[in-house]
């Protein structure tokens, strides 16, 4: 007997050193994470930088950048205490980034953060994945994405249908000559999983860049992806990073002429428009001198007037109905406006080399180009695009247009490398300014080697998402493969720039379906409420169990106080996620502990009723009571297993700590305590059990 209890001991201990050896990096994460907050906490008020900033710095390796812009204009003393507090920051830093991913995570419930949900736009992947896109095609794939939303059915479903109703085989678009539309419909559904795959992994990529310690990224079902980012408050930041589609192209603009000929025909389209059908024909002389027509940014005699003189009275009324464009004036050069309505829309501003357009007309020009009558007119293998930011000419915010070739020349597949940099002294404009430097890939580098020396004096735009960032002249032929993307960054907007570029672009377009941000105080007051409930909880069933029975309640209590640690150590291990269900399975688990317990003492003071001895009241007691709790804990852990199989989110939290705890309870309840009673018994000679 005495040889058992040994083997017990030995088992116990070593249970007890895998628990501590497993809890250690949780405590000790959470000691340092105090000290870091205090020091964030004095830091900030040195800096005047806002608490959830400067840990953002810290995190992604720019706290003393941001602590050195910020002090500035400090005095010395408060420099030296800010740099001293960013140095402790960091080394605290590194110690908790090493011991963080042993730690026992926490779910968004419990620590407050953002959570999103994310829908593949499988219409536009369907789209991607079709050898031709004719007007027919595109017609019909719109047809198949508003079914699928507004029937809430398969996409590919659909897609088959319209097909089938047009009597159009599906390898007119997709897959090979002569295949059946099931094939391709089953390929088309492949490409989607691995599409959502890639799309998982992309994501994945850029938020490990984001700076975010165990985020939670997981499919649901077959096009949607959750994902937690738990601490994160700066939702839409998240978001810019998370649905930036990061699709880079290289677009050359076409021909100066080709451009302007286009602009005078749309100035044709919108002046017969404007004319109810009248003609109004420029004249030679101004045709063979279109550039007098658009009006120097700071010489054109300006003058705001209502849509309705630019549309006619019936399209401002059709606007306000479709509630397409909120802007009810215009700005435009009255000395152009009769004679070229478009051309007094845009400007000619010195230095840039493009069109630029003001702020107030760029809602009016997006709807010019949309038109049925614009869309006729411009080239298919073209098209416009506007600058991702504005840029500011003396008080006044313009936005440049662009045409450019469809066809890109180069795409970001061929990208290699991106990082942050600041312009250098080339332009006294962008001295200083955060630019993203790209590096590509041998193969990238040798078709921009050819696409430069060809085009040697044209522009050639850098689009990303379809927003044209720059658009330099070629001035050479570029051999090393390089080149930079320059805009209006903050140093925050490049670095999430290079993130994504670095990371990759999406297989295809996500958008957010579902998004919740849990501040933080919910977090703590649901932490702070979790402690009271579970330490007045303990405490009443500790003291019922002493009250009750006595010493055997002592047992049953170091019991159920094993039982939670080597449950929360088994969590850690598995780098499972506490929430607020895993916190209720816990509670759950205690509840069946203290019953298992219950039912052995009930049993032992049975047998000891009867005359028995008290070892043999002790075995009988356990033997009697054994098939009760396994058959409890056996029902009880199926129910979790079935609960883990078919739940999702909570409940399978809440069914993982619940069918942990039941197979600790097991040991502790039955082996534990019969090893303290053993024990006692064996030790010493006790003529009365207390309990």
């Not at 959830?52 to 710095?57: H, I, K, Q, T, Y």
């Not at 416009?384 to 070739?405: E, H, T």
């Amino acid at each position: 007997m005495r040889r058992k209890n040994l083997l017990k001991l030995v088992l116990l201990v070593v249970l007890l050193g895998w628990a501590v050896y497993q809890l250690y990096p949780t405590f000790r994460v959470g000691s340092l994470e105090k000290k870091q907050n205090a020091y964030l906490a004095r830091l900030s008020q040195l800096v005047g930088v806002a608490q959830g900033d400067l840990l953002s710095a810290l995190r992604v390796g720019e706290l003393e950048a941001r602590v050195s812009a910020a002090t500035a204009n400090a005095g010395q003393e408060a420099r030296q205490e800010a740099r001293e507090l960013s140095a402790k920051l960091i080394t605290l830093r590194s110690k908790i980034d090493k011991l963080e991913p042993k730690a026992l995570r926490q779910g968004l419930d419990l620590v407050g953060g953002t959570y999103l949900v994310y829908e593949a736009d499988l219409h536009q992947l369907a789209r991607t994945l079709a050898r031709d896109r004719d007007d027919r095609f595109t017609e019909i794939l719109a047809i198949v994405d508003k079914r699928a939303r507004t029937e809430n059915r398969d996409f590919f479903d659909v897609l088959e249908e319209e097909f089938k109703a047009r009597n159009i085989p599906l390898n007119r678009y997709y897959g090979k000559r002569g295949q059946s539309d099931d094939v391709i419909i089953k390929e088309l559904r492949d490409e989607a999983r691995d599409g959502i795959a890639r799309t998982l992994e992309v994501l994945r990529n850029r938020i490990d860049q984001f700076g975010v310690s165990e985020p939670v990224i997981a499919p649901q079902g077959e096009k949607r992806i959750v994902i937690e980012l738990a601490g994160v408050q700066d939702i839409e930041r998240a978001k810019r990073i998370i649905n930036t589609t990061a699709l880079l192209e290289f677009k050359l603009l076409r021909e100066p002429e080709v451009t302007l000929s286009l602009l005078q025909d749309i100035d044709k389209a919108v002046k017969r428009m404007r004319t109810k059908g009248g003609v109004g024909e420029l004249s030679a002389a101004a045709a063979a001198d279109t550039a007098k027509t658009l009006p120097e940014g700071k010489k054109a005699q300006e003058q705001e007037i209502d849509l309705s003189k630019l549309f006619g009275g019936e399209e401002k009324a059709d606007t306000a109905a479709k509630g397409a464009q909120p802007e009810s004036t215009v700005v435009v050069d009255q000395q152009t406006f009769e004679e070229y309505p478009f051309f007094s829309l845009l400007r000619y501003v010195e230095g840039t080399d493009q069109i630029s357009v003001p702020e107030q007309n760029v809602a009016a020009i997006k709807r010019i180009l949309q038109m049925p009558e614009v869309q006729k007119i411009i080239p298919r293998d073209g098209e416009f695009l506007w600058g991702a930011q504005p840029y500011v000419s003396r008080g006044q915010r313009f936005y440049q247009l662009y045409f450019v070739k469809k066809e890109p020349e180069l795409v970001g597949a061929y990208l290699k490398t991106a990082d942050v940099a600041f312009g250098g002294g080339e332009s006294s404009v962008r001295a200083g300014q955060a630019e993203v430097h790209f590096e590509l890939n041998s193969e990238g580098a040798k078709i921009f080697r050819r696409v430069t020396g060809a085009n040697v004096g044209r522009f050639l735009a850098i689009v990303l998402d379809g927003k044209v960032y720059s658009a330099p002249r070629i001035k050479e032929r570029i051999p090393g493969g390089s080149g930079r993307i320059e805009g209006n960054f903050t140093r925050e907007e490049a670095r999430d720039l290079a993130v994504v570029l670095r990371a990759g672009a999406l297989p295809a377009p996500v958008e957010v379906i579902e998004e919740r941000t849990v501040g933080p105080s919910l977090g703590q007051d649901s932490i702070e409420k979790g402690k009271l409930s579970a330490i007045v909880g303990a405490a009443l069933v500790v003291l019922f169990m002493i009250f009750y029975y006595r010493m055997s309640g002592v047992i049953a209590n170091v019991a159920l106080a094993l039982n939670i640690f080597f449950l929360i150590a088994a969590l850690a291990g598995l780098r499972a996620t506490l929430t607020l269900p895993g916190v209720a399975g816990i509670v759950l688990t205690v509840g069946m502990a203290v019953d298992a317990n219950v039912l052995i003492f009930e049993r032992i003071k049975e047998e000891l009723r009867t005359g028995k001895t008290i070892k043999a009241a002790i075995d009988a007691g356990y033997a009697r009571a054994f098939r009760t709790i396994l058959d409890s804990n056996v029902t009880t852990l199926i129910t979790a297993v079935v609960l883990y199989q078919f739940g999702s989110g909570p409940v399978r939290g809440f069914a993982t700590t619940l069918s942990i705890g039941l197979i600790i309870n097991m040991y502790t309840a039955i082996v534990v305590t019969r090893m303290f009673f053993d024990y006692i018994t064996d030790r010493y000679a006790i003529t009365k059990l207390s309990i």
